[in-house]
C-alpha cells in the first residue's frame, strides 16, 4: 500500500468499494479478464505501462494467455485463493489514510533529531507538517495484546492512542511527535498516523499509528523544559494532541498566563 497514489484508490471506490482489497506481501501483476490474462513484471503505473499517451519509463515483459487455456483457469484459482485468505483486506478508512501518509512521506521533509519543541514553541520551525501528542498514560498489557489482535498487528509494530474525542481524531496528524510521560521520565518517538482502529471492547475509540525508526530522537534541555510545562498542567491519565506546532505555541501562551 505504500507505493499507492491514495488519489487513484479513491477513483477505484475507496474506501466504499468492497471488491477492492489488499494483500500483504503481493508484488505479482497479474490482470484477468474475460477477455483472457496477462501475467507480467509491469505495475499498473505511467513507469510500467503509460498512460495518456506518455511513454512508459521502464522496460518490462510479460505473456497473455487466452482465456480457454488451462493456465488462465489456474490464474483465476489463484487469484480466488488469495481473495478469500483471512490476511486480504478491504481497502478501507484506515488502509486509504496509511496509503495517503506513505504516498506523503516521499515528498516529505527530514524530521528534526532534536530541539523540535523547542524549534515549535518559538515559531522557528516552519513545517506545520508535524503535530504533537503528549500523553501521560499507557494501554494496560491486556487492552494492548486485545488492540493488536483486532488491528492485525501480530508483529506489534503498532502505537496505539485511545478514547480521544470524534473532533480530535478527525484533525489527527499525518505525522506527528510522540512526547510520553511515565514514572517521571519523558520520552518522545515519531509517528505516521494510520488513522481510526477497532479499539479493545472496554475503550471507545483508538488511533493507530506506526513507528519511524530513524533518526533517533533526543530531548534537549530547551524540549524537556516546554515538556515539564505542559506535563505540569496536564491531569494524571490524559492527553494533549497539537494538530501543527502554531497549536502548541497557542497552548503554552494559554498555560503561561495561568498561576502558577
Given at each position: 500500500m505504500?507505493?499507492?497514489?491514495?488519489?487513484?484508490?479513491?477513483?477505484l471506490?475507496?474506501?466504499?468499494n468492497?471488491?477492492?482489497?489488499?494483500?500483504p506481501?503481493?508484488h505479482?501483476?497479474?490482470?484477468l479478464?474475460?477477455?483472457?490474462g496477462v501475467?507480467?513484471s509491469?505495475?499498473?503505473?505511467n513507469?510500467g505501462?503509460?498512460?495518456l499517451?506518455e511513454t512508459?519509463n521502464l522496460?518490462?515483459?510479460?505473456?497473455?494467455?487466452?482465456?480457454?487455456?488451462?493456465?488462465?483457469?489456474?490464474?483465476c484459482?489463484?487469484f480466488?485463493?488469495i481473495w478469500?485468505?483471512k490476511n486480504?483486506s478491504?481497502?478501507?478508512?484506515?488502509?486509504?489514510h496509511f496509503?495517503s501518509v506513505t504516498?506523503?512521506?516521499?515528498?516529505?521533509k527530514p524530521?528534526?533529531?532534536?530541539?523540535?519543541i523547542?524549534r515549535?514553541?518559538?515559531?522557528?520551525?516552519?513545517?506545520?507538517?508535524?503535530?504533537f501528542v503528549?500523553?501521560n498514560t499507557?494501554l494496560t498489557?491486556k487492552?494492548?495484546?486485545?488492540?493488536r489482535?483486532?488491528?492485525?498487528?501480530e508483529?506489534?509494530?503498532l502505537?496505539?492512542?485511545?478514547?480521544?474525542?470524534e473532533?480530535?481524531?478527525?484533525?489527527?496528524?499525518?505525522?506527528?511527535?510522540?512526547?510520553?510521560?511515565?514514572k517521571?521520565?519523558?520520552?518522545?518517538?515519531?509517528?505516521n498516523?494510520?488513522?481510526?482502529?477497532?479499539?479493545?471492547?472496554?475503550?471507545?475509540?483508538?488511533v493507530?499509528a506506526s513507528?519511524?525508526?530513524?533518526?533517533k530522537l533526543?530531548l534537549?534541555d530547551?524540549d524537556?523544559?516546554?515538556?515539564n510545562?505542559?506535563?505540569e498542567?496536564?491531569?494524571?491519565?490524559h492527553?494533549?494532541l497539537f494538530?501543527t506546532?502554531?497549536?502548541l505555541r497557542k497552548?503554552?501562551?494559554e498555560?503561561?498566563?495561568?498561576p502558577?
Amino acid at each position: 500500500m505504500g507505493g499507492t497514489n491514495p488519489k487513484e484508490l479513491k477513483n477505484l471506490g475507496a474506501p466504499n468499494n468492497d471488491n477492492l482489497q489488499t494483500f500483504p506481501g503481493l508484488h505479482a501483476k497479474v490482470y484477468l479478464s474475460e477477455a483472457g490474462g496477462v501475467v507480467c513484471s509491469a505495475n499498473a503505473s505511467n513507469n510500467g505501462v503509460g498512460f495518456l499517451g506518455e511513454t512508459p519509463n521502464l522496460l518490462e515483459a510479460g505473456i497473455f494467455v487466452d482465456a480457454q487455456t488451462r493456465t488462465l483457469q489456474d490464474a483465476c484459482k489463484w487469484f480466488e485463493k488469495i481473495w478469500g485468505d483471512k490476511n486480504s483486506s478491504k481497502v478501507d478508512h484506515t488502509l486509504l489514510h496509511f496509503a495517503s501518509v506513505t504516498w506523503a512521506a516521499r515528498a516529505r521533509k527530514p524530521i528534526k533529531s532534536s530541539n523540535f519543541i523547542s524549534r515549535a514553541a518559538e515559531g522557528t520551525e516552519s513545517d506545520n507538517a508535524w503535530g504533537f501528542v503528549f500523553t501521560n498514560t499507557a494501554l494496560t498489557k491486556k487492552d494492548t495484546e486485545e488492540a493488536r489482535k483486532r488491528n492485525n498487528d501480530e508483529k506489534c509494530e503498532l502505537d496505539y492512542y485511545s478514547d480521544f474525542g470524534e473532533q480530535d481524531i478527525k484533525r489527527w496528524p499525518l505525522q506527528f511527535y510522540d512526547v510520553h510521560l511515565s514514572k517521571g521520565k519523558i520520552s518522545v518517538g515519531a509517528r505516521n498516523s494510520l488513522g481510526r482502529g477497532t479499539p479493545p471492547k472496554r475503550l471507545k475509540s483508538i488511533v493507530l499509528a506506526s513507528i519511524v525508526e530513524k533518526p533517533k530522537l533526543e530531548l534537549s534541555d530547551s524540549d524537556r523544559s516546554i515538556a515539564n510545562e505542559i506535563f505540569e498542567r496536564l491531569e494524571p491519565q490524559h492527553a494533549l494532541l497539537f494538530s501543527t506546532a502554531a497549536e502548541l505555541r497557542k497552548h503554552l501562551r494559554e498555560i503561561r498566563k495561568l498561576p502558577s
